[in-house]
C-alpha cells in the first residue's frame, strides 16, 4: 500500500512509535496490525538519515575546537542581543572570561580567589576579531588555550562556536600578567604555572551549562 494507508491507519490506531536505525526510519503500530495480505503487498521505503544529527553536530563543533584543550557550554540569552537582534559585541568578552577562569581552574593552582600565595593571573589586554553575528536562541562553546608564555605574561587564545551555524563566531587574544599583590607590580610567571599550563594542554578538560 501507498503511505496514505499507513498515514490512515496510524490516525485509527491513535498511538505509533517510531524508531530510528541507521539508515531507516521504521514505523510500528502497537494497536492495529497489518493483515497477512496487506503485510506482503507492503515494502517499507528505504530512507537514507545520518545515525545521529547530534551527534554529526557534536563532531563538527569539536572539529572547530580541536586546538583548544579548555572549553566551556552556554546557551545564548534573550538579554545578550541590543537594538540590532544579535548579541551585543561586548558580550563576546564575557565569554572569553568564562573559558579564561575555566582554564585556570583546569590549572588547578589558584585558591577560591584565583590567587597562588601572593600573585594572581590578571588581564592585561583583550582583543576580538568578530566574525559572524550571534542571536537567540543558540549554544555557544568558548574554547581557550595558551599560545605563548614569556617572562612576565602569557597569551591565551579564545574562539567562540555557534552550534546552530557551525562555524566560528569569533576569536580573540588576551594577554595575562602574573601580578604580585604583595609588591604591587608585575612577576615572573612560576615554573608551577608553566607545569600546569603543559599538563592542561595536554589533557584539556571542558564546561557545561555556564551562565
Keep these: 500500500m501507498k503511505s496514505g494507508y499507513l498515514l490512515e491507519r496510524q490516525r485509527l490506531a491513535g498511538s505509533c512509535l517510531t ?5 531507516a526510519i521504521a514505523v510500528v503500530e ?9 503485510e506482503a503487498s507492503y515494502r517499507a521505503p528505504h530512507v537514507h538519515l545520518p545515525s545521529d544529527p547530534n551527534r554529526v553536530m557534536q563532531d563538527a563543533i569539536a572539529d572547530l575546537l580541536a586546538d583548544y ?3 566551556v557550554e552556554r546557551p545564548v540569552s534573550w538579554g545578550e542581543m541590543d537594538a540590532f537582534q544579535h548579541v551585543n559585541n561586548a558580550r563576546f568578552f564575557r565569554y572569553f572570561e ?7 581552574k583546569a590549572m588547578n593552582v589558584f585558591d577560591r580567589q584565583g590567587h597562588w600565595g601572593n600573585l594572581a593571573p590578571i588581564l592585561g589586554m583583550t582583543s576580538c576579531d568578530f ?11 568558548i574554547g581557550a588555550r595558551i599560545l605563548d608564555i614569556e617572562e612576565e605574561r602569557m597569551t591565551m587564545e579564545h574562539a567562540v562556536a555557534s552550534v546552530d551555524q557551525e ?10 600578567v602574573a601580578y604580585d599583590y604583595e609588591q604591587e ?9 608553566r607545569s600546569a599550563i603543559d599538563r592542561v594542554e595536554e589533557e584539556g578538560t571542558d564546561e557545561r551549562g555556564v551562565t
Design 98 to 104: 568564562d573559558a579564561r577562569i575555566a582554564y585556570f
Design 167 to 176: 562555524r566560528l563566531a569569533a576569536v580573540g587574544e588576551a594577554v595575562i
Design 131 to 141: 566574525k559572524t553575528p550571534l542571536v537567540h536562541p543558540d549554544t555557544i562553546h
Design 30 to 38: 502497537e494497536s492495529v496490525r497489518l493483515s497477512p495480505r496487506e
Design 185 to 193: 607590580k608585575k612577576a615572573n610567571v612560576p615554573e608551577m604555572w
Design 19 to 23: 524508531r530510528w536505525s541507521s539508515n
Design 69 to 71: 584543550p579548555v572549553t
